[in-house]
């Protein structure tokens, strides 16, 4: 099939204007269908999703070998066409924990020469820090990065969740093809400074939470029981008081959405992608069927009198809570 599609910056290359974002088949979500996120990815490339998201660290390398697998069982043409977008940099324990990150030049081509392995390809064709490393100017990490590029390894550079500082710093290093950051109906840091950074640099966005990790996907319920381990267990947006307020909020949408006759996850994912021809959004689809819900915001329009409805539902500030627990909104360059 065709879908739309966006280019990735000045720089990168032309993508599906929605990409699939793999994470949730792995982890941070609780518990997964191995089976139906493979057929979730094969539905996707069918359906003519080009851009499949990942990180080398989401479950320990259990992302990209699944992405691999997939890969490995389409049918050529669509293998062909899919595009790798790879995140690395996160350390973790055997135990699962989380203990910093490493953008120093040897990691990164480590990083590399493992994620190509898994994936089970001869290029990523978007690779990128998941979070700035304290200890490594951003200079040196885009540098290397830049070196894996020259060697054929890596096609296009990314960034993911850094400010406008260090974009400019980034891009000043080597073309940056996109910023991968999270941007929703309800988390819209973005618009004051980064946005109006990487439009200056013809830089794209790819957008990532563009649901809240469900929390805005109208199918999200207070009594739903989270595994231990899954983001929204410890996610301040889900909590207690945040999360019937940002509930509440949700059903002002789903007025909007039934007077359309879509979805409220619909109007949310036609929102982020009405913003600009510069964002694409990233959707984090397990399933064969929340995957058609999410393409079927594809067909919808929004017109200056929807807009207008959906701010007055939902403001800029609305949302209750940050998007992510203290001690992991202090790794964000994006929130300084
Ligand atoms: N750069 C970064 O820092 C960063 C951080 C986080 C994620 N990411 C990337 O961005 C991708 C997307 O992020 P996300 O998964 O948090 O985004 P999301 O799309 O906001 O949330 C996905 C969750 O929403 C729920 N959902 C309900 N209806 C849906 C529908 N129609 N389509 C899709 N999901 C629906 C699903 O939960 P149920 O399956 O439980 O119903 C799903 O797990 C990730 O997979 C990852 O690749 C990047």
Redesign the pocket.
């Known amino acids: 099939m065709n879908l739309p599609t966006r280019s990735l910056g000045t720089t990168g290359p032309q993508v599906s204007a929605l990409g699939l ?4 088949m792995s982890a941070l ?2 518990e997964s269908d191995r089976a139906e996120s493979v057929a979730t990815i094969h539905a996707a490339l069918d359906a003519g999703v080009a851009l499949l ?3 080398d660290f ?1 479950a320990m390398g259990h992302n990209e070998m699944l992405i691999g697998e997939a890969l490995r069982a389409a049918p050529a043409a669509a293998r062909e066409k899919a595009l790798t977008s790879v ?1 690395f940099g996160a350390l973790r324990d055997p135990d699962g924990g989380w203990s910093g990150y490493d953008g120093r030049p040897g990691a990164v081509k480590n990083f590399a020469a493992y994620s190509l392995q898994r994936l089970g390809v001869d290029h990523i064709d978007v690779y990128r820090i ?2 700035i490393d304290p200890d490594v100017p951003i200079e040196e990490t885009v540098g290397a990065i830049a070196e894996l590029v020259e060697k054929g390894h890596v096609r296009h550079i990314g960034l ?2 850094v400010g406008a500082e260090t974009i400019r710093r980034a891009a000043a290093t080597a073309p940056i093809s996109d910023l ?3 941007y ?1 109906l309800i988390s819209r840091g973005i618009e004051e400074e980064i946005l109006p950074t990487t439009r200056e640099l013809g830089i794209s966005i790819t957008a ?7 929390l805005i ?4 319920t207070r009594d739903r029981q989270l595994a231990a381990g899954d983001f929204r267990s410890f996610s301040p947006r889900f909590q207690g008081e945040n999360l019937q307020h940002n509930l509440d909020l949700v059903e002002q949408l789903r007025k909007i959405a039934e007077q359309k006759g879509v ?1 409220v ?1 619909q109007i949310a ?1 036609a929102w982020v992608l009405s913003r600009g021809d510069d964002i694409v959004p ?6 064969r069927t ?2 058609t ?2 393409l079927g915001a594809l067909d919808v329009t929004l017109d200056d009198a929807d807009l207008a409805a959906i701010e007055e539902a939902v403001p800029a500030d609305a949302a209750a809570g940050d998007r992510y627990p203290a001690a992991q909104m202090a790794h964000l360059d994006s929130e300084r």
Do not use: N, P, W
């Open positions: 974002g793999c994470m949730g979500y609780g998201d990942t990180g989401y995140k998941a979070r993911s969740e991968q950051i999270e929703s990532y939470g563009v649901l809240s990790r469900g996907s109208g199918h999200f979805s996850a994912i990233l959707i984090g689809a397990r399933t929340r995957l819900e999410a």
